[in-house]
Protein backbone atom coordinates (compact mmCIF):
# COMPACT_ATOMS: atom_id res chain seq x y z
CA UNK A 1 0.00 0.00 0.00
CA UNK A 2 1.43 3.32 -0.96
CA UNK A 3 1.61 5.89 1.92
CA UNK A 4 -0.06 9.36 1.06
CA UNK A 5 1.94 12.28 1.08
CA UNK A 6 1.98 14.30 4.32
CA UNK A 7 -0.11 17.49 4.69
CA UNK A 8 1.19 19.51 6.84
CA UNK A 9 -0.50 22.92 8.56
CA UNK A 10 1.40 25.87 9.67
CA UNK A 11 0.35 27.97 11.95
CA UNK A 12 2.61 31.15 12.02
CA UNK A 13 3.21 34.72 10.79
CA UNK A 14 4.48 36.18 7.67
CA UNK A 15 8.28 37.21 7.16
CA UNK A 16 7.97 39.47 3.76
CA UNK A 17 12.09 39.15 3.82
CA UNK A 18 11.07 35.10 3.05
CA UNK A 19 13.43 33.78 6.00
CA UNK A 20 11.30 32.64 8.20
CA UNK A 21 7.41 32.47 10.06
CA UNK A 22 5.29 30.59 6.95
CA UNK A 23 7.46 31.23 4.03
CA UNK A 24 10.60 29.04 5.68
CA UNK A 25 8.05 26.56 6.63
CA UNK A 26 6.35 25.86 3.46
CA UNK A 27 9.96 25.60 1.91
CA UNK A 28 11.06 23.35 4.58
CA UNK A 29 7.33 21.12 3.97
CA UNK A 30 8.14 21.05 0.57
CA UNK A 31 12.00 20.15 0.84
CA UNK A 32 11.09 17.05 3.04
CA UNK A 33 8.23 15.58 1.08
CA UNK A 34 5.60 17.01 2.06
CA UNK A 35 1.81 19.40 0.97
CA UNK A 36 2.15 22.60 2.93
CA UNK A 37 -1.03 24.20 4.15
CA UNK A 38 -1.35 27.89 5.98
CA UNK A 39 -3.29 29.85 8.45
CA UNK A 40 -1.23 33.33 8.90
CA UNK A 41 -1.68 34.91 12.38
CA UNK A 42 0.57 37.84 12.07
CA UNK A 43 2.00 40.19 9.10
CA UNK A 44 5.71 41.41 9.70
CA UNK A 45 7.26 43.89 7.81
CA UNK A 46 10.96 42.52 7.86
CA UNK A 47 14.04 41.64 5.82
CA UNK A 48 17.29 39.90 6.73
CA UNK A 49 18.39 43.37 9.32
CA UNK A 50 15.22 42.99 11.33
CA UNK A 51 11.73 43.33 12.10
CA UNK A 52 10.03 46.97 11.75
CA UNK A 53 5.99 46.22 12.25
CA UNK A 54 3.53 43.45 12.88
CA UNK A 55 0.08 43.35 12.31
CA UNK A 56 -1.90 40.79 13.62
CA UNK A 57 -5.60 39.95 11.99
CA UNK A 58 -8.26 39.53 14.09
CA UNK A 59 -8.54 35.86 16.54
CA UNK A 60 -11.73 35.66 14.76
CA UNK A 61 -10.53 35.74 11.16
CA UNK A 62 -7.81 33.13 12.38
CA UNK A 63 -10.22 30.61 13.38
CA UNK A 64 -11.95 30.80 10.05
CA UNK A 65 -8.81 30.18 8.66
CA UNK A 66 -8.47 26.84 10.73
CA UNK A 67 -11.78 25.79 10.09
CA UNK A 68 -11.02 26.17 6.14
CA UNK A 69 -8.30 24.42 6.12
CA UNK A 70 -9.26 21.77 8.63
CA UNK A 71 -12.74 21.24 6.83
CA UNK A 72 -11.30 20.00 3.76
CA UNK A 73 -8.23 18.93 4.21
CA UNK A 74 -6.57 16.00 5.80
CA UNK A 75 -4.00 17.33 8.45
CA UNK A 76 -1.08 15.05 9.32
CA UNK A 77 0.70 17.06 11.17
CA UNK A 78 0.54 21.13 12.86
CA UNK A 79 3.96 23.09 12.73
CA UNK A 80 2.79 26.23 15.70
CA UNK A 81 4.79 29.47 15.27
CA UNK A 82 3.99 33.16 16.06
CA UNK A 83 0.76 33.80 17.37
CA UNK A 84 1.29 37.28 18.38
CA UNK A 85 -1.49 37.66 21.14
CA UNK A 86 -3.36 35.46 23.73
CA UNK A 87 -6.98 35.72 21.54
CA UNK A 88 -5.12 34.34 19.13
CA UNK A 89 -3.85 31.57 21.16
CA UNK A 90 -6.94 30.94 22.30
CA UNK A 91 -8.52 30.53 18.87
CA UNK A 92 -5.27 28.51 18.07
CA UNK A 93 -6.21 25.88 20.91
CA UNK A 94 -9.86 25.71 20.52
CA UNK A 95 -9.13 24.76 17.32
CA UNK A 96 -7.04 22.32 17.69
CA UNK A 97 -8.91 20.58 20.81
CA UNK A 98 -11.67 20.56 18.02
CA UNK A 99 -9.76 18.79 15.15
CA UNK A 100 -7.46 16.53 17.08
CA UNK A 101 -4.46 15.98 14.28
CA UNK A 102 -2.36 13.31 15.56
CA UNK A 103 0.92 15.37 15.90
CA UNK A 104 1.47 19.11 16.68
CA UNK A 105 4.62 20.85 17.15
CA UNK A 106 4.95 23.89 19.16
CA UNK A 107 7.59 26.57 18.32
CA UNK A 108 7.37 29.63 20.72
CA UNK A 109 8.47 31.93 18.96
CA UNK A 110 8.73 35.24 21.44
CA UNK A 111 11.59 37.39 20.41
CA UNK A 112 13.01 37.79 16.79
CA UNK A 113 16.86 37.97 16.34
CA UNK A 114 16.88 41.50 15.90
CA UNK A 115 15.14 41.84 19.78
CA UNK A 116 11.51 42.49 18.16
CA UNK A 117 9.04 41.12 20.75
CA UNK A 118 6.84 38.85 18.53
CA UNK A 119 4.49 37.45 21.33
CA UNK A 120 2.28 39.90 23.76
CA UNK A 121 3.38 39.54 27.67
CA UNK A 122 -0.18 38.56 28.09
CA UNK A 123 -0.29 35.73 25.85
CA UNK A 124 2.46 34.20 27.78
CA UNK A 125 0.26 32.29 30.07
CA UNK A 126 -2.17 31.81 27.99
CA UNK A 127 0.13 29.77 25.97
CA UNK A 128 1.52 28.09 28.61
CA UNK A 129 -2.09 26.74 30.18
CA UNK A 130 -3.44 26.28 26.25
CA UNK A 131 -0.93 25.10 23.83
CA UNK A 132 1.28 23.31 25.96
CA UNK A 133 -0.82 20.16 26.72
CA UNK A 134 -2.05 20.26 23.19
CA UNK A 135 1.78 19.95 22.08
CA UNK A 136 3.13 16.31 20.66
CA UNK A 137 6.68 18.43 21.42
CA UNK A 138 7.29 21.76 22.15
CA UNK A 139 10.59 23.26 21.00
CA UNK A 140 12.11 26.80 23.04
CA UNK A 141 15.24 27.78 22.68
CA UNK A 142 16.86 28.62 26.23
CA UNK A 143 15.29 31.94 26.54
CA UNK A 144 12.37 31.39 25.60
CA UNK A 145 11.86 28.35 28.01
CA UNK A 146 13.34 30.60 30.71
CA UNK A 147 10.26 33.24 29.86
CA UNK A 148 7.77 30.05 29.99
CA UNK A 149 8.87 29.00 33.34
CA UNK A 150 9.56 32.05 34.48
CA UNK A 151 13.25 31.48 35.54
CA UNK A 152 16.55 32.82 34.11
CA UNK A 153 17.92 30.73 30.77
CA UNK A 154 19.51 27.58 31.16
CA UNK A 155 23.67 27.96 30.78
CA UNK A 156 24.55 24.78 31.23
CA UNK A 157 23.36 21.54 29.75
CA UNK A 158 22.33 20.03 33.03
CA UNK A 159 19.74 23.26 33.45
CA UNK A 160 18.42 22.56 30.20
CA UNK A 161 17.40 18.83 30.75
CA UNK A 162 15.87 20.55 34.28
CA UNK A 163 13.53 23.27 32.17
CA UNK A 164 13.04 20.60 30.17
CA UNK A 165 11.70 18.39 32.43
CA UNK A 166 10.19 21.49 34.38
CA UNK A 167 7.76 22.00 30.88
CA UNK A 168 6.90 18.27 30.68
CA UNK A 169 5.58 18.63 34.24
CA UNK A 170 3.86 21.84 33.53
CA UNK A 171 2.30 19.96 31.00
CA UNK A 172 4.19 19.60 27.75
CA UNK A 173 4.06 15.92 26.06
CA UNK A 174 7.89 16.02 25.03
CA UNK A 175 10.71 18.97 24.61
CA UNK A 176 13.37 19.57 22.84
CA UNK A 177 15.35 22.21 24.48
CA UNK A 178 17.50 23.98 21.87
CA UNK A 179 21.25 24.42 22.84
CA UNK A 180 22.16 27.77 20.32
CA UNK A 181 22.47 30.07 23.32
CA UNK A 182 25.14 28.44 25.25
CA UNK A 183 28.20 29.96 26.03
CA UNK A 184 30.11 26.88 24.05
CA UNK A 185 31.28 27.87 20.47
CA UNK A 186 32.27 24.94 19.07
CA UNK A 187 29.03 22.57 19.66
CA UNK A 188 25.16 23.23 19.70
CA UNK A 189 23.86 19.93 21.80
CA UNK A 190 20.23 20.17 21.70
CA UNK A 191 18.17 17.92 24.67
CA UNK A 192 14.70 15.42 23.62
CA UNK A 193 13.17 15.65 26.97
CA UNK A 194 9.92 13.57 28.05
CA UNK A 195 8.24 11.57 30.84
CA UNK A 196 10.53 8.81 31.21
CA UNK A 197 13.92 9.99 29.59
CA UNK A 198 16.28 12.51 28.33
CA UNK A 199 18.42 12.19 25.32
CA UNK A 200 21.24 14.40 24.41
CA UNK A 201 21.18 15.28 20.36
CA UNK A 202 24.80 16.15 19.32
CA UNK A 203 24.95 19.10 17.37
CA UNK A 204 27.99 21.03 15.32
CA UNK A 205 27.80 24.83 15.48
CA UNK A 206 28.19 25.72 11.42
CA UNK A 207 30.19 29.02 11.51
CA UNK A 208 28.60 31.21 8.92
CA UNK A 209 26.48 34.10 9.42
CA UNK A 210 23.13 32.91 7.92
CA UNK A 211 21.17 31.74 10.18
CA UNK A 212 17.56 33.62 9.83
CA UNK A 213 14.65 31.23 10.61
CA UNK A 214 16.50 28.36 11.94
CA UNK A 215 14.00 28.10 14.87
CA UNK A 216 11.01 28.02 12.02
CA UNK A 217 12.83 25.63 9.76
CA UNK A 218 13.52 23.13 12.76
CA UNK A 219 10.09 22.96 13.97
CA UNK A 220 8.31 22.50 10.34
CA UNK A 221 11.23 19.86 9.37
CA UNK A 222 10.02 17.97 12.62
CA UNK A 223 6.32 18.23 11.64
CA UNK A 224 6.78 17.57 7.89
CA UNK A 225 8.89 14.45 9.08
CA UNK A 226 6.61 13.05 12.33
CA UNK A 227 4.03 11.64 9.59
CA UNK A 228 7.23 9.80 7.69
CA UNK A 229 8.77 9.07 11.09
CA UNK A 230 8.65 6.19 13.21
CA UNK A 231 9.13 7.46 16.78
CA UNK A 232 9.42 11.31 17.85
CA UNK A 233 13.38 11.05 18.23
CA UNK A 234 13.73 9.93 14.94
CA UNK A 235 12.01 12.86 13.39
CA UNK A 236 13.68 15.04 15.30
CA UNK A 237 17.15 13.78 14.07
CA UNK A 238 16.30 13.62 10.71
CA UNK A 239 15.10 17.21 11.08
CA UNK A 240 18.68 18.43 12.79
CA UNK A 241 20.61 16.91 10.38
CA UNK A 242 18.42 18.74 6.98
CA UNK A 243 18.96 22.34 9.23
CA UNK A 244 22.50 21.46 9.23
CA UNK A 245 23.03 20.65 5.72
CA UNK A 246 20.95 24.06 5.32
CA UNK A 247 23.14 26.61 7.40
CA UNK A 248 26.04 25.46 5.96
CA UNK A 249 24.78 25.66 2.62
CA UNK A 250 23.48 29.43 3.10
CA UNK A 251 26.20 30.92 1.47
CA UNK A 252 25.07 29.84 -2.03
CA UNK A 253 22.41 32.27 -1.60
CA UNK A 254 22.44 36.04 -1.65
CA UNK A 255 19.74 37.77 0.17
CA UNK A 256 20.10 41.00 2.06
CA UNK A 257 22.63 42.78 3.49
CA UNK A 258 22.36 41.58 7.57
CA UNK A 259 21.83 37.93 8.88
CA UNK A 260 20.42 35.73 5.55
CA UNK A 261 18.15 32.83 5.70
CA UNK A 262 19.37 29.35 4.85
CA UNK A 263 18.74 27.63 1.97
CA UNK A 264 16.28 25.37 2.13
CA UNK A 265 16.32 23.54 -1.05
CA UNK A 266 20.17 22.91 -0.85
CA UNK A 267 19.14 19.56 -2.09
CA UNK A 268 18.10 20.75 -5.73
CA UNK A 269 20.00 24.06 -6.20
Not at 182 to 204: E, M, N
Request: proline share 6%; net charge negative; glycine share 10%.
Amino acid sequence: MTHPIPNVLTIAGSDSGGGAGIQADLKTVSALGAYGASAITALTAQNTRGVTGVHAPDAAFVAAQLDAVFGDIRIDAVKIGMLANASIVRAVADALRRYAPRFVVLDTVMISKSAHALLAPDAVDALRGELLPLASVVTPNLPEAGALLGVQPAETEDEMVRHGEALVQAGARAVLMKGGHLPDAAVSPDWLVDATRAVRLDGVRVPVRNTHGTGCTLSSAIAALLPQSPDLESAVRAAKAYLTDAIAASGRLDVGHGVGPVHHFYRWW
